[in-house]
């Protein structure tokens, strides 16, 4: 079955500038979690969704940095006003609660501020 | 919070040894530790985990085990091929909460044929 999707792949943007980054979890999937990862480093958390609780937002680094998960599904990341320090890769994890605890991950979204 | 170190950060081999790579955490309440492939390019995917009640699991050439006491696990591979090339991530989580994992720093495995 199809797994868990990102877009863009890539994004190349200007200090300053909002980006936004997708990401479609795997169907039927109620949590949903956003991670970066800086050249060389591990994983950091960012935020999480479950099912139509709360987010859990303590992992976002500024008040720049936002998200939303529209009808438990979709989510949108959204970066207001780059940083070249915000350059990473963004990358989406879902997973069903209740049922095991793996979280299937994404292939990413590159992003290079310039 | 959780905080998880890993070690080493690069580990070679040649073909056909074994590979071991180390964790440990600092959250005595987490009582699940994935670990995570990662290759050029991709997302991270889970090879193997274990539950805190249970000390050692095997899968092929695949073995994890978890010291409880002493917050700590490993993740064993042997006859290691070419193809095991990758960066490797142990994380931990708990059971409670929102869940999200505590990844290590990754270790750069690097299988010489």
């Known amino acids: 079955g199809a797994g868990v999707s990102q877009s863009p792949s890539n994004k190349v943007t200007e200090k300053g500038k909002d980006v936004e980054l997708r990401c479609d979890p795997i169907?039927?999937?109620?949590?949903l979690y956003w991670y970066r990862q800086s050249l060389g480093q591990g994983l950091e958390f960012l935020i999480y969704f479950q099912g139509n609780s709360a987010p859990d937002k303590s992992g976002l680094p500024s008040d720049r940095f936002s998200a939303e998960r529209t009808g438990g599904s979709v989510s949108t990341l959204t970066i207001q006003r780059t940083q070249q320090e915000d350059s990473a890769v963004y990358l989406c994890?879902?997973?069903?609660?209740?049922?095991?605890?793996?979280?299937?991950f994404g292939p990413g979204t590159r992003l290079t501020v310039l | 919070g959780e905080n998880v170190e890993q070690h080493p950060s690069t580990l070679s081999v040649q073909e056909g040894d074994s590979a071991v790579i180390k964790c440990t955490y600092s959250d005595s309440a987490s009582n699940y530790f994935p670990w995570y492939k990662q290759e050029l390019g991709k997302g991270p995917q889970l090879i193997i985990d274990?539950?805190?009640?249970?000390g050692e699991k095997k899968d092929q050439r695949i073995a994890v085990t978890l010291n409880k006491t002493a917050k700590h696990f490993s993740l064993h591979i042997t006859e290691t091929q070419p193809e095991d090339s990758a960066v490797y991530f142990c994380a931990a989580n708990r059971d409670t909460g929102r869940r999200a994992l505590t990844f290590g720093s990754g270790t750069r495995l690097q299988v010489q044929p």
């Open positions: 994890a879902s997973s069903h609660q209740g049922q095991g605890r793996e979280q299937f």
């Open positions: 169907s039927g999937h109620t949590a």
């Open positions: 274990i539950r805190s009640n249970v």
